[in-house]
């Protein structure tokens, strides 16, 4: 009697949670999208049509998305979330362990391996934690409930669904983060058809498992996005008593150069040329305002990510990796 009970009460948990997460099936966006990808891109409709069966509405993915986005931190408590002690050992463990790939993808995009390890760091903890959603529920999930975004993400799903088909993959096994990032360094599925290479040339572009192909991928957007190779990523500044402060955080993009920064009253000891593209920025340490000049491979770097304490953090774990391992070599 206890057994019939447990189980009637478990199927019922199992019909309630399907019940929660229904497919998109009779979703009139999902069947425009299907239209729409039979039209365009010659999909077979039958398995389009039972594709939106499965692609589950998950509400944690939607109430992911619109929670209010958190006070932004200070850089010197934002940097601890990432420049640490596990994430400079990790970052010099996957740096032995993947020595070959990196310095092959340093001599083809000229793109340092260290800048290259430290995005996978942050964005992954080197692969340690690439998403548990399948990308196919989080991008259904966002294109045809959330009308804020919808437009986005319906073309970032078309995009899923053509590198499936493009890569050999199943649709239903591929598996990211809630708004449907992939892989070692968080690719989007327009990205990856855009700059996702398959590093080792065996015939797949597998930013998941392969480690070749991710950090290829990573080194070929950041080469794609304009990474000057030998050039710096920042230079710290001092701002004069009448430093013409309005400029500060003005742009992600390098509005100035580091000549016209100086005659705003930036200076800097670093020997950078003068007309070198630039832009100058705060961040708030313990002890107070700090400024920086930032130069074009670090608005390179917010291409990635658009946000300033996101790009230092790269650079500043990617020095920290080099310290950790006694150099570059």
Not at 15 to 37: I, K, R, T
Not at 38 to 48: I, L, P, S, T
Not at 152 to 167: G, I, Y
């Amino acid at each position: 009697m206890k057994w019939t009970t447990g189980l009637l009460v478990g199927l019922g948990m199992i019909l309630s949670a399907c019940a929660q997460e229904p497919g998109h099936g009779d979703n009139p966006n999902a069947q425009a999208f299907v239209d729409y990808m039979v039209e365009k891109h010659n999909f077979d409709r039958d398995e389009m049509v039972a594709l939106m069966r499965e692609a589950k509405r998950k509400d944690s993915i939607l109430k992911a998305i619109q929670r209010p986005a958190e006070k932004a931190k200070p850089w010197y408590e934002y940097r601890k979330l990432f420049v640490t002690p596990q994430g400079i050992a990790g970052g010099v463990d996957f740096w032995d362990k993947n020595k070959k790939a990196l310095t092959e993808a340093e001599q083809k995009y000229g793109v340092p391996a260290e800048l290259i390890v430290a995005i996978i760091g942050v964005e992954t903890r080197y692969g340690g934690n690439m998403g548990g959603y399948r990308v196919l529920d989080a991008l259904a999930t966002l294109a045809f409930n959330y009308p804020r975004r919808s437009e986005f993400f319906t073309k970032e799903l078309e995009n899923f669904l053509l590198l499936t088909r493009d890569q050999g993959f199943k649709p239903t096994d591929l598996k990211g983060s809630y708004a449907g990032a992939m892989g070692f360094g968080q690719f989007m599925p327009s990205s990856y058809r855009a700059y996702a290479v398959d590093f080792n040339a065996d015939g797949k572009v597998d930013i998941w498992e392969d480690t070749e192909d991710a950090i290829g991928s990573v080194a070929n957007y950041l080469a794609r996005h304009g990474w000057l190779p030998l050039d710096p990523v920042v230079v710290l500044a001092t701002p004069r008593p009448n430093a013409d402060m309005t400029i500060v955080n003005d742009s992600l993009k390098p509005q100035w150069t580091v000549g016209q920064l100086e005659e705003k009253g930036f200076s800097t000891t670093a020997q950078v040329a003068p007309d070198m593209s630039a832009n100058v920025f705060s961040l708030q340490t313990e002890q107070g305002k700090q400024f920086w000049i930032g130069l074009k491979n670090f608005s390179v770097i917010t291409s990635y990510n658009r946000s300033r304490l996101y790009a230092m953090a790269v650079y500043d774990l990617a020095q920290e990796i080099v310290k950790a391992r006694g150099g570059r070599s």
